[in-house]
């Protein structure tokens, strides 16, 4: 099956710049995770859908992060404006349902760098 | 709120060394436990899991036991390669069925 797509790989911006990430999960995936994962640390999850639903954004920076999963199935994560701490790679994955019965499948993230 | 702790890395090895990557968690509840693997160059992939206390999971060659009592989930391996060097994440499941991560452990082996 083919896994989760994800693009840019890489995005280099200045400070108060914009930026959009786009994923494509897994065909008939119906959870889909943002993640940050801020170099040295391990993943941080930003907002989890299912289907086109928020379930979880209680880490997500509102006031510059915002998400979307249009028809439940790809997604956009844009930040705006962007800060230097915002440099990360930004993860995309998906499930069909919630862990631990269906496993998570990652995408290999947008390397981001906020100059 | 749920946690997980992680031994510090870098990790070097020569290559036939026993592996042990520590992992401790903090959750309210019974979490399921997971180890996922980052090659270099690619995406984070699920190495094992368990599920419930005593359960074992194990996958090329490494393994882990769900620990309830040490509230620990310890990754092992009896025998490393160089292709095995990565860093290793360990997680559990929150509250809404996603995944929280540690900091990682990158592990080397040399030839």
């Known amino acids: 099956e083919a896994g989760v797509a994800q693009s840019p790989r890489y995005k280099i911006i200045e400070k108060r710049q914009s930026v959009a990430f786009w994923c494509n999960p897994i065909s008939g995936h119906a959870t889909l995770y943002w993640y940050q994962q801020i170099l040295g640390q391990g993943p941080k999850l930003l907002i989890q859908f299912q289907n086109n639903g928020v379930v979880d954004d209680s880490q997500l920076p509102k006031d510059r992060f915002s998400a979307e999963r249009l028809k439940g199935v790809d997604s956009t994560l844009k930040i705006q404006p962007a800060k230097l701490e915002d440099s990360a790679v930004y993860l995309c994955?998906?499930?069909?349902?919630?862990?631990?019965?269906?496993?998570?499948?990652f995408g290999n993230g947008t390397r981001l760098t906020v100059t | 709120g749920d946690s997980v702790t992680q031994m510090e890395g870098p990790v070097t090895l020569s290559e036939e060394a026993f592996l042990t990557i520590n992992c401790t968690y903090t959750?309210?509840?019974?979490?399921?436990l997971f180890w996922y693997v980052q090659y270099p160059g690619e995406g984070l992939q699920l190495l094992l899991k368990?599920?419930?206390?005593?359960d074992k999971g194990s996958n090329k060659g490494f393994e882990a036991t769900y620990r309830k009592e040490t509230t620990s989930f310890h990754l092992e391996k009896g025998s490393v390669q160089v292709s095995d060097s990565a860093v290793y994440f360990c997680a559990l499941t929150g509250s809404q069925g996603n995944l929280i991560f540690g900091k990682g452990t990158k592990l080397s082996v040399k030839p």
């Open positions: 994955a998906s499930s069909l349902g919630p862990a631990p019965n269906s496993p998570l499948h």
């Open positions: 368990a599920t419930k206390a005593d």
């Open positions: 959750a309210t509840g019974y979490p399921s």
